[in-house]
Nanobody, 114 residues
């Protein structure tokens, strides 16, 4: 299974981007779909998560600005990012936890300029 992330780019502070991540085929028994990010010189951090029941969790730094959603049928996860800040600059990775595996996308760069 491959995860293909897209939607990254460069925006000015206050702008918006929408990330998408689609699986190449169905994933058996998905328990959670997540977005992580890693800024230069920093550890990878969990940004947003959505579980099989649709419950969501967000890092404190993005609450109220980012929204995670999913299309279960297409095994696709989205991250709507609004009111972007320079500190949101990072490579964003999607992650899907299935019963038979833990899958990662290739990462998509988000750059926010002040």
């Amino acid at each position: 299974v491959q995860l293909q992330a897209s939607g990254g780019g460069s925006v000015q502070a206050g702008g918006s981007l929408r990330l998408s991540c689609a699986a190449s085929r169905n994933i058996f028994s998905v328990s959670a779909m997540n977005w992580y990010r890693q800024a230069p010189g920093k550890q990878r951090e969990l940004v947003a998560a959505i579980n099989s029941g649709g419950s969501t969790n967000y890092a404190d730094s993005v609450k109220g600005r980012f929204t995670i959603s999913r299309d279960k049928d297409k095994v696709t996860v989205y991250l709507q990012m609004n009111s972007l800040k320079p500190e949101d600059t990072a490579v964003y990775y999607c992650n899907v936890l299935g019963l038979l595996g833990n899958y990662w996308g290739q990462g998509t760069q988000v750059t926010v300029s002040s």
